[in-house]
């Protein structure tokens, strides 16, 4: 994947485009380009844009779908709190989001309680999770939830790897971008193109699913549209379906007396 670079459309915050710059090692360039795809920090946030048709994309805690499901989210009944095992749990599980994204699905988890660190690799996905993550920890609605999320950018691959044994997470939650049939349910919505355009397919799931079943105490969620293939390499232990997406579930104790 190419390098997507940084640029700064509102003078008044170009210390702020400086941090990220430093903190995601991105280029920051002082034109906005002609073609392609970049990082714009506009005066409310910062998202990814492109010349092209496609909107614009953000990570977003506070506003839109974000608000639609922290008011009216399906609670711990909902298919992706049941994949974690929220379900009538005593105690919340501690969630390591491997694959975080957007960061979507940790802010469901973590609007449920649980504490979530998003691992991300992917620079520009990363800015854009702690843009979001800053306007959350701002506003009254969403500063309780966004103070249990935690962004780490880094490969999960090697991060799940290089825990101590108190740091082991209860569930690891995987989520990768397949070359398959994700590619069609993304191009219905245009504005992921330029996210999937920009971050590529994840070739190395099997790796991943590895390092989390190595990683995880309790169980590993592996989410995967309805009809897609599982993640080559260690048969899931249980399968919940959903209306057009599938867990995949990997319950560690099984897995060690299978
Ligand atoms: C399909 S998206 C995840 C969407 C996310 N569940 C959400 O709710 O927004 C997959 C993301 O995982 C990231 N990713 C894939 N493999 C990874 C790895 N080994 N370590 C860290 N991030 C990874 C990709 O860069 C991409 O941003």
Do not use: N
């Not at 496609?54 to 839109?64: I, L």
């Not at 957007?102 to 649980?114: E, I, Y």
């Amino acid at each position: 994947m190419t390098a997507t670079p940084l640029y700064c459309a509102e003078p008044a915050r170009i210390d702020a485009a400086r941090r990220l710059a430093e903190r995601f090692d991105l280029l920051l360039i002082r034109q906005r380009p002609a073609t392609g795809y970049w990082l714009e920090l506009g005066p409310e946030r910062l998202e990814l844009v492109t010349t092209g048709k496609h909107g614009a994309v953000y990570a977003e805690f506070v506003e839109g779908a974000a608000r639609h499901r922290r008011e009216q989210g399906g609670g711990r009944g909902q298919p992706v709190a049941k994949a974690v095992g929220l379900k009538g749990a005593k105690d919340l599980p501690s969630v390591v989001d491997a694959t975080a994204g957007l960061g979507r699905d940790s802010f469901v988890l973590a609007t449920l309680g649980c504490r979530v660190t998003m691992v991300e690799r992917s620079p520009a996905a990363a800015a854009l999770l702690a843009d979001a993550l800053e306007r959350a920890l701002r506003d009254d609605a969403t500063r309780d939830i966004a103070a249990r999320m935690t962004l780490v950018h880094a490969s999960s691959i090697a991060w799940l790897g290089s825990l101590a044994e108190a740091e082991r997470p209860d569930v690891v939650f995987v989520d990768p971008m397949f070359p398959d049939t994700d590619k069609k349910s993304a191009a219905a919505k245009k504005d992921m193109q330029a996210f999937q355009h920009v971050i590529g397919d994840d070739m190395d799931s099997s790796e991943l699913l590895t390092a989390a079943i190595a990683a995880a105490k309790v169980r590993v969620v592996v989410k995967r549209p309805r009809l897609g293939a599982a993640i080559a390499g260690v048969k899931p232990s249980a399968v919940l379906d959903g209306k057009s997406t599938r867990f995949d579930l990997y319950v560690i104790k099984a897995l060690a007396s299978g």
